[in-house]
């Protein structure tokens, strides 16, 4: 095990906030956003809680870079029906608690929510997406709402949508192809919790010298290896309801296909003898009686 790396989610939780390592963590973000990115300060808000739930399932870091946006970001390794709700909900909150009551409205910050998610999101082919507002012109869905020249000026975007979050969402289970790119070498780590020793992507030469599980302190290393047994015993009960639960569900509808089965053959056999029936000139209300079928079925026999 001493030669093995850290998962990257319990290092955000523990070894990613010293300054020391900021460099991991600025290398990710950088190659995610394809800017070179600083953290100045980890920001703590009320999502960064450690109670029974979140010790395994989430984790949630708010970071600020030079320019004074706001990062978040989250890691969510058991599945949340409710989680795009979720991705929102911080974002609003983040950007209201670092407005003051009464500031400019231009006052109101830039937000990233990154989410590295272990479970099925959504539905889609891809494994990384980033979503951010775009205003398209109702009667002219090509025509893209700009801001004016001063507003550019004022604010240095090009869009509208410059001014509104921005979302990325990795999802780290469907990510199954060959490392090609910087950020494809991250994914390859966030999934499998190696570094290919021909890794250079910004942030993991030093993720691979400084998350080595033996630099941990035998303390640390007892910790991580109690969340990490823990996590394995979360994931196996996950598996294991949803195996019993596809067993019981092919169960029901085999016991369904089977009833609907000899009820479709015990109708067959009674139009069978309905239409010999009628052949033999019975009228429709006798046949009816004999059958079991309504008058009305007899008659369009």
Same mark, same amino acid.
């Given at each position: 095990m001493y030669n093995e790396l850290i998962r990257f989610d319990w290092a955000m939780k523990r070894l990613l906030r010293d300054k020391s390592n900021y460099v991991v963590l600025e290398g990710f973000l950088s190659t995610l956003l394809g800017e070179n990115l600083r953290i100045s300060r980890f920001l703590e808000s009320e999502s960064n809680q450690a109670d029974k739930n979140d010790k395994f399932n989430r984790v949630d870091i708010l970071a600020e870079d030079a320019q004074g946006?706001?990062? /978040?970001?989250? +890691?969510?390794?058991?599945?949340?029906?409710?989680?795009?709700?979720? =991705?929102?909900? !911080?974002v609003s909150k983040t /950007?209201?608690?670092?407005?003051?009551?009464?500031? #400019?409205? #231009?006052? +109101?910050?830039?937000?990233?929510? /990154?989410?590295?998610?272990?479970?099925?999101?959504?539905? !889609?082919? #891809?494994?990384?997406?980033? !979503?951010?507002?775009?205003?398209? !012109?109702?009667?002219h869905p090509d025509d893209i709402l700009h801001l004016s020249?001063?507003?550019q000026e004022a604010l240095m975007g090009k869009e509208a949508g410059d001014?509104? @979050?921005?979302?990325?969402?990795?999802?780290?289970?469907?990510?199954?192809k060959v490392a090609k790119t910087p950020l494809d070498e991250w994914m390859q780590f966030l999934k499998t919790g190696e570094i290919d020793s021909s890794a250079t992507a910004k942030g993991l @030469?030093?993720?691979?010298?400084r998350l080595r599980v033996a630099c941990l302190s035998d303390t640390e290393r007892r910790a991580y290896e109690h969340d990490m047994e823990a996590l394995r015993y979360q994931r196996s009960v996950i598996q294991t309801g949803w195996i019993e639960g596809k067993a019981e569900g092919l169960k029901e509808g085999m016991e369904q296909g089977i009833a609907?089965? =000899?009820?479709q053959g015990g109708r067959n056999k009674q139009l069978e003898i309905a239409r010999d029936m009628k052949a033999d000139?019975?009228?429709p209300e006798t046949v009816a009686r004999y059958t079991g079928l309504s008058v009305e079925d007899v008659r369009e026999l």
């Open positions: 946006r706001l990062l /978040i970001i989250e +890691v969510q390794n058991t599945r949340e029906l409710f989680y795009f709700h979720r =991705m929102l909900y !911080g /950007i209201t608690e670092y407005i003051n009551l009464g500031e #400019d409205y #231009d006052k +109101v910050r830039k937000v990233y929510s /990154i989410n590295i998610v272990y479970f099925d999101l959504g539905q !889609g082919n #891809d494994y990384i997406y980033h !979503g951010k507002t775009v205003f398209r !012109g109702l009667h020249a001063r507003q001014v509104f @979050p921005e979302y990325y969402v990795l999802r780290v289970n469907d990510f199954d @030469p030093e993720a691979r010298e609907k089965g =000899m009820e000139g019975l009228p």
